[in-house]
């Protein structure tokens, strides 16, 4: 199921004061939006994205990628992050 753009935007906007953490398939984080905890990646060549979320019913499968400039400023902000 695809998220609308005004949720994905809100989640990306959120990621980049998240915790990245290295996984098998790239860096990956939670973010918590309107009761649900999303996914977001941001691993590899590929733009970032949010590849599912858990809340009171489990797990479900969403998925939206961010768009060139919302992947960029997000890299930009997991960069700093492991400066530190």
């Known amino acids: ?3 609308d753009q005004a949720t994905a935007d809100s989640i990306f906007e959120a ?12 860096l990956r984080a939670q973010v918590s939006h309107g009761g649900y905890t999303y996914y977001v990646e941001a691993g590899g060549r590929f733009r970032a994205s949010i590849d599912g979320r858990e809340g009171y019913g489990g797990t479900e499968h ?3 990628n961010a768009t ?14 492991d400066a530190k």
Do not use: K, S, Y
Request: charged share 25%; no cysteine.
């Open 15 to 26: 990621a980049r004061t998240a915790t990245f953490r290295r996984t098998n398939l790239g």
């Open 62 to 64: 969403v998925f939206a």
């Open 1 to 3: 199921m695809d998220i």
């Open 68 to 81: 060139p400039e919302q992947d960029e400023a997000l890299r930009a902000a997991i960069a700093t992050q």
